[in-house]
């Protein structure tokens, strides 16, 4: 079953941890379920990603228990039929703002009678050979998370919460903090206070949420807090951070920060 192990975890009220993927390299896939990650989420939305890269990290992570989300550049019916059709377990939708930003995106998510997904004979279906196992399974199986990273998703978070099907909602401190005028800062004035509100306002719903850390120690800080997904960061990112780390321990100074 997709998602089976992860869903268990959130259930259980255990941290799943996971990774953003930003490279085409299929092997950074393989060594997050080597390492008995939970998760991973495909980045389309920012970079150079394309399907063939997402079939790739697909391929590599097959007959291991890893989650392989996909974030779309769009909430659009493209990127998110083409995501499902290759075999992604779920969708994590950015800049959603509304339930009807949702309702919509849902249409593309879901088979009939929920939403009005095409069925086809790709990967996800094993190009035919499992089709009707997936296409019964994947409405209770696929994961929708909707990305709350906005001042007007922050407002309308009750209404977001209260759409059936949603079980996890991921946070994006960086781009909330651009929504209410501090660009280019990960926290704001004030964003870490909505972060531990949306936080709370999920878990009464029943609803996990997820955040990126942006090293050890956030991490640790998030899984104290009660989020049931946290990024370990980036597959470059965390390249990035472990190199100057050893570079500024030998004496040789580095340049510029990333965010995770």
Request: some cysteine; proline content about 4%.
């Amino acid at each position: 079953m997709m998602n089976e192990a992860l869903r268990a975890k959130l259930a259980n009220k255990e941290t799943a941890y996971g990774l953003w993927v930003t490279s085409e390299a299929p092997a950074v896939t393989e060594v997050a379920a080597l390492l008995d990650l939970d998760w991973i989420c495909i980045d389309m939305e920012h970079g150079y990603l394309d399907y063939k890269a997402i079939a790739g990290h697909l391929s590599a992570a097959a007959g291991s228990k890893l989650s392989v989300f996909v974030r779309p550049p769009s909430q659009d019916l493209e990127p998110i039929k083409r995501a499902l059709d290759l075999g992604a377990h779920g969708i994590i939708l950015p800049l959603v703002d509304t339930v009807d930003e949702i309702n919509a995106a849902y249409q593309h998510f879901y088979y009939p009678p929920l939403g009005r997904r095409g069925i086809g004979g790709e990967r996800n279906v094993k190009w035919g050979l499992d089709l009707e196992n997936y296409v019964t399974q994947a409405n209770k199986e696929l994961m929708f998370v909707p990305m709350i990273e906005t001042i007007t998703s922050y407002e309308n978070l009750d209404q977001i919460l209260a759409v059936p099907g949603i079980e996890t909602v991921f946070l994006g401190p960086g781009d909330m903090s651009a929504s209410l005028g501090y660009v280019g800062e990960w926290e704001g004035p004030g964003v870490a206070d909505i972060n531990l509100d949306i936080l709370a306002r999920a878990t009464a719903h029943g609803i996990s949420s997820g955040i990126v850390a942006r090293n050890t120690d956030e991490a640790i800080v998030r899984r104290d807090q009660g989020f049931g997904m946290v990024s370990l960061g980036s597959d470059i990112g965390l390249i990035i951070r472990q190199v100057r780390m050893m570079a500024e321990q030998l004496g040789k100074n580095t340049i510029g920060h990333r965010w995770f």
